[in-house]
């Protein structure tokens, strides 16, 4: 079952200005982390966020994590063409066993930043 | 240079044709697995393996086998295609399951 779930599906801003984006999940995780997907090609990861942390920057990317919310944003400060591409969380999740390894990707945002 | 590789890079098939897909990654990872992405449903996990010989099933695995007898290796195996599976596939490696996961550069199958 679909665990992340990406908010706002498409995102269209001008160059310089910040992107947020945010994603909502169903149950406990370990680990959420935000990926990139530029068209038709690979993911690339960029950043991850354990479920004790609650900020987390990395150059022009903030993430924050609310558990007691289940969501996570990511931040993109002074945006640049070059970051248009489609942007997706992924969740782990928990059981009694400890994590089950499987990753679960949202639907992603698609992000276009017009120059 | 730390990659995971998928071939081939495009396909284009028949029905019921048997075919592999294959994924090799250079990194000593233990954890892979196979996603297939689809316009308006994202990624979904089809397998993943957390080390040699151990597999298990991910949110979509019906029509596919995957096997883990290398470290390295982790095969897709559609042993009779349909056109329901025509998508583009996704291999990643990571050194856990929960890690970072790299990406190889995809596989766009067509099933006609």
């Known amino acids: 079952s679909q665990q992340g779930e990406e908010d706002p599906q498409a995102l269209s801003i001008q160059e310089g200005e910040n992107a947020t984006m945010n994603c909502s999940y169903k149950t406990s995780i370990n680990n959420l982390q935000w990926y990139r997907q530029n068209s038709g090609r690979g993911l690339v990861h960029l950043i991850l966020?354990?479920?004790?942390?609650r900020e987390k920057h990395s150059g022009r990317l903030r993430v924050t994590l609310d558990t007691s919310k289940k969501s996570s944003s990511l931040l993109i400060t002074a945006s640049r063409a070059a970051d248009t591409a489609s942007y997706f969380c992924?969740?782990?999740?928990?059981?009694?066993?400890?994590?089950?390894?499987?990753?679960?990707f949202g639907k992603g945002t698609l992000l276009t930043v017009n120059p | 240079e730390a990659q995971v590789t998928q071939n081939p890079r495009y396909l284009i098939t028949v029905t019921g044709k048997k075919l592999t897909v294959t994924c090799s990654q250079n990194?000593?990872?233990?954890?892979m697995s196979w996603y297939r992405q689809d316009p308006g449903l994202g990624l979904r996990q089809i397998y993943y393996s957390m080390n040699v010989e151990v597999t298990d099933k991910g949110d979509v695995p019906e029509g596919y086998k995957v096997s883990r007898k290398e470290k390295r290796n982790f095969p897709l195996i559609l042993e009779s295609p349909s056109p329901n599976q025509t998508s583009l596939y996704f291999c990643?490696?990571?050194?856990?399951?929960?890690?970072?996961?790299?990406f190889g550069p995809g596989t766009r199958l067509t099933v006609t």
């Open positions: 992924a969740t782990d999740g928990v059981w009694s066993g400890g994590s089950n390894y499987k990753l679960t």
């Open positions: 990194m000593n990872h233990e954890y």
């Open positions: 990643a490696s990571s050194l856990r399951g929960n890690y970072e996961q790299y």
């Open positions: 966020i354990r479920s004790n942390e």
